[in-house]
């Protein structure tokens, strides 16, 4: 049960209306950041709490016992302490998160709220949401492998061995055509057929860096659509450096890696198909491998 300060208890079954929302909003590099729905800087705990404008809080959804609580967290972008290219650079990634109400009038009497994490976070070239999970949510996260016929390793990555700096894996492009916020063609990697890219990354040169959902190459343009809108930094003449993405299957391993050795799924795990499969006409049963 939530604890309220009989003052402020009292305050809220007055019907006062000098009431705003603050967030409080530590980075995973220390820095502490104050956010406030009101018109004018509260101080919060001895932190200047800025007005942001447009910045405002979604639903919020309490769970009894272990269920996650959760939260959004949506608002303007502007170049003092959201920025566009904080964000994609990741340094808001997973920044501890406390929402209070707080009486602007006093903010030393005020009600928390929420306490979390932000998760994912969803960006356009004016405007950000955050999702925001409780403090329950690593208690979700599964522990140990899962047994899969995926891949569990990232390409590049320490179990998966792969070099991405070498040039087989690895290309220089310059942006010719914006498309959209998400899509752009390229030159300068007529050198990789179509979906070499596909679920790479691609880092620019001006900073930050994207995820690729799809390569395509034409006449020796390619073509490259991004998962989230890259922002300001795609204009053309911008330079980047893509890696090769993986699917994560084992004939993907196989044939654009040759890195079977260190597939770290089990592609021969038998399926919902072999258990329901029944006898064929011809087709030993001797209990051995089905893959022979």
Known sequence: MRSIPEEMAARLASGVTTLAHVWRITRADGVVFGF???????????????????LSAGVLEKQLGLGVDSASLSGALSS????????????WDGARVDLYRVDWSEPSQRVHLFAGHIGEVRRGRQAFEAELRGLQAPLNVPVGRVF????????GDARCGVDLESSTFRGIGIVTEVLSATAFRASGLSAFEAGWFARGLLQWDAGG????????????VATFELIDAAGDVLTPGAEFTVSAGCDKRVATCRAKFANTINFRGFPHMPGN????????????????????
Do not use: K, N, Y
Request: net charge negative.
């Open 273 to 292: 198909d072999a258990m329901q499969a029944g006898p064929v006409t011809g087709q030993p049963l001797d209990g051995g491998s089905r893959f022979t």
């Open 36 to 54: 406030t729905d009101h018109d004018r800087t509260l101080l919060f705990d001895g932190l200047p709490c800025a007005p942001t404008q447009g």
């Open 80 to 91: 003092d302490a959201l920025a566009a290219a904080d964000l994609a650079r990741g340094l």
């Open 148 to 155: 899969s016929r995926f891949c569990d390793a990232d390409v």
């Open 209 to 220: 860096a994207s995820e690729v959902s799809t390569h395509g190459m034409s006449a020796g």
